[in-house]
């Protein structure tokens, strides 16, 4: 990115599973442009970590640790951020996990746990987020971080996953409908495998080759393709752009 462009001067932006991964490198592009973040993960350790490497761009972002299936940290969490910076521009749904486990084989107890990071922790997130929005600009932008697999089903990824991907690609559709009068916009992103440590939860590391040819473009995603996507839905060149999900995934699904 131009070291000019410097789409998100004194936002604040809100991302959620941000001490690595994915979110690590959404935070960072959001820094790089002038953003000041507001950074959630459950790993203490990995937080602290990446506070200091995205401080080097955006001195005043803070972390906030807290496990997003509770809503009392959330709650806290987000009081917190509103004395911090008084509201929340732009919101990144990011934190997720991915268990591989065959549909016959999903306990309850680990269908609860997926629900409940990928789409509860969301959920829980976004009602805060978006009643701060309300309250103190009605306006703001909301990005969810779906996945292929919530539109085709998963290769690799157990059911539970694909399903609460799915869940989150039509909570953006329907936060984009009840939001829409009140300024704020929610969209969401469905990458294919991206080169994560999430490989290493679904063992798929030594795979990679046989993933990156799955796709059009035959490479797997980096952290930066679908950081990219992101910031565009949350700029303010994609305000007539709301309840979409832009696939970033080299092609392997066009729809
Ligand atoms: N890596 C991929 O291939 C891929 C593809 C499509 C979508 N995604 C999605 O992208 C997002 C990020 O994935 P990643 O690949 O960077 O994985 P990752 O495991 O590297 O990062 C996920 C982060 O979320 C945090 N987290 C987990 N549970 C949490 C909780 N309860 N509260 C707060 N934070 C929590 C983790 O501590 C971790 O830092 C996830 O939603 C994932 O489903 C990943």
């Given at each position: 990115m131009d070291s000019q462009c410097r789409r998100f001067e004194n936002k604040v932006v809100f991302v959620t599973g941000a001490a690595k991964g994915i979110g690590?490198?959404?935070?960072?592009?959001?820094?790089?442009?002038?953003?000041?973040?507001?950074?959630?993960?459950i790993s203490e350790e990995n937080l602290r970590n990446a506070l200091s490497m995205i401080?080097?761009?955006?001195?005043?972002?803070?972390s906030y640790r807290a496990d997003i299936t509770k809503s009392n940290e959330v709650a806290k969490m987000v009081d917190k951020i509103e004395k911090d910076f008084q509201s929340i521009d732009i919101l990144i749904n990011n934190a997720g996990i991915a268990l591989p486990t065959g549909f016959l084989n999903i306990s309850e107890q680990e269908w609860d746990r997926v629900m409940s990071v990928n789409l509860k922790g969301a959920f829980l997130v976004s009602q805060r987020v978006i009643s701060l929005m309300i309250r103190t600009k009605r306006k703001g932008k909301v990005v969810m971080m779906g996945s292929l697999s919530g539109k085709m089903g998963?290769?690799?990824?157990?059911?539970?996953?694909?399903?609460?991907?799915?869940?989150?690609i039509v909570m953006a559709r329907q936060m984009a409908r009840e939001f829409a009068s009140s300024g704020i916009n929610v969209n969401a992103v469905a990458p294919s495998f991206a080169d994560t440590d999430m490989l290493k939860d679904l063992k798929l590391e030594t795979k990679k080759d046989e993933l990156a040819k799955m796709n059009v473009i035959p490479r797997l995603a980096t952290p930066d393709d679908i950081a990219n996507a992101v910031l565009f839905l949350s700029a303010d060149g994609s305000s007539f752009i709301t309840g979409e999900t832009i696939n970033v995934a080299g092609g392997r699904l066009m729809d």
């Amino acid at each position: 990115m131009d070291s000019q462009c410097r789409r998100f001067e004194n936002k604040v932006v809100f991302v959620t599973g941000a001490a690595k991964g994915i979110g690590f490198a959404i935070a960072t592009a959001f820094a790089k442009e002038g953003a000041i973040l507001a950074v959630n993960d459950i790993s203490e350790e990995n937080l602290r970590n990446a506070l200091s490497m995205i401080r080097q761009y955006s001195p005043s972002s803070v972390s906030y640790r807290a496990d997003i299936t509770k809503s009392n940290e959330v709650a806290k969490m987000v009081d917190k951020i509103e004395k911090d910076f008084q509201s929340i521009d732009i919101l990144i749904n990011n934190a997720g996990i991915a268990l591989p486990t065959g549909f016959l084989n999903i306990s309850e107890q680990e269908w609860d746990r997926v629900m409940s990071v990928n789409l509860k922790g969301a959920f829980l997130v976004s009602q805060r987020v978006i009643s701060l929005m309300i309250r103190t600009k009605r306006k703001g932008k909301v990005v969810m971080m779906g996945s292929l697999s919530g539109k085709m089903g998963g290769v690799a990824t157990g059911m539970h996953y694909s399903v609460s991907k799915g869940g989150l690609i039509v909570m953006a559709r329907q936060m984009a409908r009840e939001f829409a009068s009140s300024g704020i916009n929610v969209n969401a992103v469905a990458p294919s495998f991206a080169d994560t440590d999430m490989l290493k939860d679904l063992k798929l590391e030594t795979k990679k080759d046989e993933l990156a040819k799955m796709n059009v473009i035959p490479r797997l995603a980096t952290p930066d393709d679908i950081a990219n996507a992101v910031l565009f839905l949350s700029a303010d060149g994609s305000s007539f752009i709301t309840g979409e999900t832009i696939n970033v995934a080299g092609g392997r699904l066009m729809d």
